[in-house]
Nanobody, 124 residues
Framework: VQPVESGGGEVRPGDSLTLSCVAS????????FGWFRQAPGAEREFVAG????????YYGNSVKGRVTISRDNAKNTVTLQMDSLKPEDTAVYYC??????????????????WGQGTQVTVSS
């Protein structure tokens, strides 16, 4: 399964943005997925995660209440809806497929397939 992100861009503070991740392969629904982000000079940070069914969702503390993760297994798509964006949300956002069965979604070590990333810039 190979994730491919889209939907990044430049927006103003307070705007909303929706990122999409399409992952090819018939086993898409077997994987949990996560979104991470990395700002210049910073470590990669967990943003959100979702289990294979879409029932269980997890969020990083810095974005909790402002982002929503969802998935459509029929369309092999994972979506990250981001609202009330702030300049500190500026980063490259990555989608990843989780290869280890665990209730932990925040550790990037549990993910085995990563997309190339999509840039999100929040600036006035």
């Amino acid at each position: 399964v190979q994730p491919v992100e889209s939907g990044g861009g430049e927006v103003r503070p307070g705007d909303s943005l929706t990122l999409s991740c399409v992952a090819s392969g018939p086993t898409f629904k077997s994987y949990g997925f996560g979104w991470f982000r990395q700002a210049p000079g910073a470590e990669r940070e967990f943003v959100a995660g979702i289990d294979w069914s879409g029932v269980y969702k997890y969020y990083g503390n810095s974005v909790k209440g402002r982002v929503t993760i969802s998935r459509d297994n029929a369309k092999n798509t994972v979506t990250l809806q981001m609202d009330s964006l702030k300049p500190e949300d500026t980063a490259v956002y990555y989608c990843a497929a989780k290869i280890y069965a665990s209730e932990i979604y925040s550790s990037q070590d549990l993910y085995g397939y990563w997309g190339q990333g999509t840039q999100v810039t929040v600036s006035s």
